[in-house]
């Protein structure tokens, strides 16, 4: 499991360095048109994405400061988006065994395939998302409704924005601004490592040779171009995160030998509980605790009372419909 989480961390890095998140950035910024409720949105999607295919790690410490950028771009009050980064990394990593160590642990004890995995917590997965945002638009009302500020230009409302990105993009000689074109190798590459987990599943094979493989992918890609180093790449391994995340897992080392003889759908609901309960604190999970240093590095600090009281208005709510979710979907496939 170890071997499998330590492979995704060197994709997730590399994918980085081929501009990967830069590219997801921009588009992030596109889809948003100025505007901080579509921009929330595009980020809620994204980092849902990032989460379930490229872990959760992904997108604590190589999106949240791409969201920061991109924020601080647009004019844009940063709060709600990199709140959604955090939350996300732990809501949304239901979805597949790869999305978190926690879900290695269960699918390992559940005795389910990859697939069959996927579909009994695609419901859940999609509730406790759906939860998240609704709870996130209102909470976040005021930053999310105020006046976009504009660097270089002073203070604009959003609909004026949007029309100066509409009028910049038709004047014949407004400057273009650069964005990061999309890298398509690396894209394709986590396309196929996505599609190697679902072959492996099926005949048997330990999935983890399938993220050995894109990672191996495109490490070499990288050497050959001089990109990376191989102590670069052991530095992505992150040694360290893999031993510290070990010991962070109490609750689902615990709870597993005792649900698993009962079968795959309480392994699952405990699942949902280690992964989702861990936006009511800091130190839930480490996850949590590497979002609020990356904030602090960035010079964004985060207030332990919002923090509570944004936990307390999601996670019951979420953990309620991801259950009955799950339990809605079990009989589906039974």
Not at 105 to 122: D, E, I, P, Q, V
Not at 276 to 300: C, M, V
Request: hydrophobic residues 60%.
């Amino acid at each position: 499991m170890i071997w499998f989480l330590a492979a995704v961390l060197v994709l997730a890095r590399l994918c980085d360095d081929e501009g990967l998140f830069r590219a997801c950035g921009a588009w992030t910024a596109r889809a948003a048109a100025g505007r901080p409720r579509r921009l929330l949105a595009a980020v809620f999607g994204l980092a849902s994405a990032i989460t379930a295919v490229l872990s959760l790690d992904a997108t604590i410490v190589l999106l949240t400061p791409v969201v920061l950028a991109t924020a601080a771009r647009m004019g844009a009050r940063a709060k709600p988006h990199v709140y959604a980064c955090t939350h996300l990394s732990n809501t949304a990593s239901l979805l597949l065994p790869v999305s978190n160590l926690t879900n290695l642990l269960a699918f390992a004890a559940s005795g389910l395939s990859f697939t069959r995995f996927a579909a009994l917590m695609a419901l859940p997965w999609l509730a406790a998302i759906a939860v998240e945002y609704a709870v996130f638009r209102r909470f976040f009302a005021t930053d999310l409704d105020a006046r976009v500020t504009d660097p270089d230009a002073g203070v604009t409302d959003p609909d004026a924005a949007a029309v100066d990105l509409d009028a910049a993009a038709t004047a014949p000689d407004a400057p273009t601004a650069v964005e990061p074109p999309l890298p398509l190798f690396p894209l394709l590459t986590v396309a196929g490592t996505l599609a190697g987990f679902l072959l492996a599943s099926a005949v048997g094979v330990d999935p983890a040779w399938a993220a050995t493989a894109g990672a191996l992918l495109l490490a070499v890609r990288a050497l050959i171009r001089r990109r990376t180093t191989a102590l670069g790449l052991l530095r992505a391994a992150s040694l360290p995160f893999l031993a510290n995340v070990i010991n962070n897992l109490p609750a689902v080392l615990v709870l597993l030998p005792l649900t698993a003889p009962t079968g795959p759908g309480a392994v699952l609901a405990v699942l949902i509980g280690v992964n989702i309960g861990p936006n009511l604190t800091y130190a839930g999970s480490l996850a949590t605790l590497l979002w609020r240093r990356i904030l602090h590095q960035h010079e964004h600090e985060v207030d332990l009372g919002e923090f509570t009281r944004l936990g307390l208005l999601t996670v019951p709510a979420a953990l309620t419909l991801a259950v009955v979710a799950l339990w809605g979907g079990a009989l589906h496939f039974s």
